[in-house]
């Protein structure tokens, strides 16, 4: 019968080299994940998600799944650790980078005040493709949030906090640039009227309903909570034949929406805001009057006109005539 030989772990900063833990009698089968358990028992504040365990204080770090006696290290095992920072799961990532944009946009389309001139405070567009724009986009996200709950199957991974931050800085500030032009009480509505906007909608009907059946194709990969990744390939549903040519196609349909949103609303946030104010001010503001020279330039003065505007309050012309 032969005797397990345990191993003995000694974790040190990666750092300062300072001793953080040592850990005697580790069963050889245990892997990464196990010891920074044992780890987070010493030190609860670092959870597991939040530590980076490497055998060099510079080289890669270890995965959860790697076992110790496959590691080579003898008996006696040094590991270096590093703080990741605070974490969250992709679930809440996700949760958060989309919650975003659902809410700004809503600010911008009932026109919150401090957004746009006081006057214009929750004040409603005249044109209707400002509300559809509205629907399509609160639909696009709040379609993102069931997807995440319901739909989609994520790894135990995480992502920093700052990371984060950034993510939702980008997702939440194109959002509100997005927003901020198409509601805004300038906005003129897209060239061909009807016939663009009902062209748009329908693109982006198709493509909402093709990334969506992309996404259940997916969520089918894994459905017995195995872990063997298998190959994604096309089913009777038409929506799943672009896997014929790419392997991702739920990022195509995705282009596909935001394409289709551009063409309906003929508005890219990028492109000066002047461009569309010319096109508004043409037309007349809703809401407020007109400068009585119709938005061109007065006629030139005279210098008879002139000398009678600089002349004193009180004073009149003399002319003298010689005979």
Not at 33 to 52: E, V
Not at 65 to 74: A, H, R, S
Not at 268 to 287: I, K, S, Y
């Amino acid at each position: 019968m032969s005797r397990t030989t345990f191993f003995e772990v000694e974790v040190l900063d990666a750092r300062t080299r300072e001793q953080l833990c040592f850990l005697d009698k580790v069963d050889p089968c245990s892997t990464i994940g196990d010891i920074k358990s044992l780890f987070c028992k010493t030190y609860p504040h670092w959870y597991p998600s939040r530590q980076a365990l490497k055998l060099d204080p510079s080289g890669k770090s270890l995965r959860d799944d790697e076992v110790l006696q496959n590691l080579p290290v003898g008996t006696t095992a040094t590991m270096y650790f590093r703080d990741l920072g605070p974490q969250l799961g992709w679930t809440m990532v996700f949760l958060a980078e989309y919650v975003g944009p659902l809410l700004t946009y809503l600010l911008f389309y009932l026109r919150v005040p401090y957004i746009y001139p006081h006057g214009f405070a929750f004040t409603s567009s005249p044109h209707p493709v400002v509300t559809l724009a509205c629907a399509c986009h609160t639909f696009h996200y709040a379609k993102r949030l069931m997807e995440t709950v319901f739909v989609h199957r994520f790894s135990r991974g995480t992502m920093p906090l700052r990371a984060i931050v950034r993510n939702c800085a980008y997702y939440w500030g194109f959002s509100a640039w997005l927003a901020y032009y198409i509601n805004h009480p300038l906005y003129t509505p897209p060239s061909y009227r009807e016939v663009q906007v009902t062209a748009a909608l329908v693109m982006f009907v198709m493509c909402e309903l093709g990334n969506f059946s992309i996404h259940l194709t997916l969520n089918s990969l894994r459905g017995d909570a195995s872990r063997i990744r298998r190959f994604p390939v096309p089913t009777k549903n038409p929506f799943t034949w672009l896997f014929v040519f790419v392997s991702c196609p739920n990022y195509t349909y995705e282009v596909g929406v935001w394409v289709s949103f551009t063409v309906m609303t003929q508005c890219l946030p990028d492109e000066h805001l002047g461009q569309r104010d010319a096109q508004g001010l043409q037309q007349g503001v809703q809401g407020l009057p007109r400068p009585p020279h119709g938005h061109r330039p007065p006629a030139p003065v005279t210098e008879g006109q002139r000398s009678e505007l600089h002349r004193p309050p009180g004073h009149r012309r003399l002319t003298l005539s010689m005979r």
